[in-house]
T-cell receptor
């Protein structure tokens, strides 16, 4: 158990819909990262937040957005869903990113299925 | 941008030693990490190399040569449970401190 929690575990929805994925980082970790992993694909970085502020952005679609709240939990919002958005979405957290920079702790993921 | 190359698949037998290589291209390199992911599971951190040389953690070791933009993960005394995907990842200071992952190497351990 990494200490990172994600809800829900599974999500099935229809095209055109909007969903929200939630992540709670490990206690004390200030950074939250979101990744997308499609079938047999690597991990695609979407976005990073550090202590409530956006820190880095990857190939995140305009239909996707995220935020980190004062209690440090984060939400990833996916809208106008398409079949191709079906994937595993992982959240990861890390402490001060300047320390042990390569260490991220991943949550169990949310499996999104768009029908 | 950043790019990482690692073999897509490796097969080895139980008890053997296997090496998974990773070559990378980044502009602001700040360390190479390795993650393990079992099918349907979450990636879990294995090791990190910020400086050249070998890092050892039990049966797993990781090596980095910054001059060659190259690293490897060495798994010894392979066990069936080591069958998983292994990802190398680099942190690039010029890319906003994010981690960029390689495509992953699927390791199959056979009896």
């Amino acid at each position: 158990d990494s200490g990172v929690t994600q809800t829900p575990k599974h999500l099935i929805t229809a095209t055109g819909q909007r969903v929200t994925l939630r992540c709670s980082p490990r206690s004390g970790d200030l950074s939250v990262y979101w990744y997308q992993q499609s079938l047999d694909q690597g991990l695609q970085f979407l976005i990073q937040y550090y202590n409530g502020e956006e820190r880095a952005k990857g190939n995140i679609l305009e239909r996707f957005s995220a935020q980190q709240f004062p209690d440090l939990h984060s939400e990833l919002n996916l809208s106008s869903l398409e079949l191709g958005d079906s994937a595993l979405y992982f959240c990861a957290s890390s402490p001060n990113p300047l320390i042990r920079a390569g260490t991220q702790y991943f949550g169990p993921g949310t499996r999104l299925t768009v029908l | 941008g950043q790019s990482l190359e690692q073999p897509s698949e490796v097969t080895a037998v139980e008890g053997a030693i296997v090496q998974i290589n990773c070559t990378y291209q980044t502009s602001g390199f700040y360390g190479l990490s390795w993650y393990q992911q079992h099918d349907g599971g979450a990636p879990t951190f294995l090791s990190y190399n910020g400086l050249d040389g070998l890092e050892e953690t039990g049966r797993f070791s990781s090596f980095l040569s910054r001059s060659d933009s190259y690293g490897y993960l060495l798994l010894q005394e392979l066990q069936m449970k080591d069958s998983a995907s292994y990802f190398c990842a680099v942190r690039d200071l010029d890319a906003g401190n994010m981690l960029t992952f390689g495509g992953g190497t699927r390791l199959m351990v056979k009896p």
